[in-house]
């Protein structure tokens, strides 16, 4: 009976030292983030989560999706095929008015990305100077496009009296042959794209002049509701990632050549350029939280001019409930 003990014993100290001594690590939760657009710097927040750890120590085994673009990615969180997305506020008021429960749980750009870039020359620069100016629009829907008409608005102005060109993704040859006088455009691009051209620029920034609701991390009812620590993990690890790209930019940005092709020689100049910008977009005393003001102003922007019918109810649509607690209590 003793030696069948010790043997049980030898047995299971082996089986102990195979394993390291420890308990098997718990299973990750696959996730796959709709991201939008390519990669880029202007993604180091997500990179840098994930490199440090950050989602995998809230349970969460990431990945990130350039494939999926922003229509398609409401669409399908609004199913719950996915869970999460990167959204812009606009699209998540249009889709809870069709019945799509988005829900937005972190604002990651705390001012509207969009700019209008001109040459000096054109002598545009502020929103009265569009009056009767040709401005090319990447698309006419879109973050790009809701904050052209916000700015339009907040100067008086209409479509009417500006003529405006669909250019696509055109914007810098566009303003640099002048087939326009001004493009609208992203504030952390194509601004520094022409300057790199042109050295001086004049930029309008939309964010100057209404406060908007931007890109955040979106998610549905359903997973609100029934996996709450999910959204909660999400929020935490990109809020520590997004903290440590405003702390240490040099860091995120040699994080991201990790996940971004081609960071070197003057595309890494300028990429440099445009991390640095895009944090400025990011700043807040709150990161990630939203404000019921913000989504007043970019609600009766699109009730303006038609893409809303009527209005939703803002409370549902946004919480700041997952954000990490204040210093302060």
Known sequence: MMRRQVLVCVALAVLLSACGGSAPEPELTPIRLAMGYVPSVQYAPFYVADQKGYFAENGIEVEFDHSVFESDAVKLVGTDELQFAIVSGEQVLLSRAQGIPLVYVFEWFQKYPTAIVSKPQMGIEEPSDLAGRTVGLPMQSGTSYI??????????????????????????????????????????????????????????????????????????????????????????????????????????????????????????????????ESIQLWLAERLGESELSSWEATQQVLLDIGFLSEPQDLEAAFTNEFLPQREDG
Do not use: K
Not at 149 to 175: N, S
Not at 202 to 207: A, E, L
């Open 147 to 276: 904050g052209w008409r916000a700015l339009l608005a907040e100067a008086g102005l209409t479509e009417e009296d500006v003529a405006t060109e669909v250019i696509g993704f055109t914007q810098v040859a566009a303003v640099s042959q002048e087939t326009v006088e001004a493009a609208v455009g992203y504030a952390s691009n194509e601004p520094i794209q022409l300057a790199q051209v042109h050295e001086a620029v004049n930029v309008i920034y939309v964010s100057d002049y209404v406060d908007l609701v931007a890109n955040g991390l979106v998610t549905n009812e359903m997973t609100l509701a029934e996996r709450p620590e999910l959204v909660a993990g999400m929020v935490d690890a990109l809020s520590r990632g997004l903290s440590d790209a405003i702390a240490s930019p040099d860091e995120a940005f040699g994080i991201s050549e990790n996940y971004v092709e081609g960071l070197e020689g003057d595309v890494a100049v300028t990429q440099r350029i445009v991390l640095d």
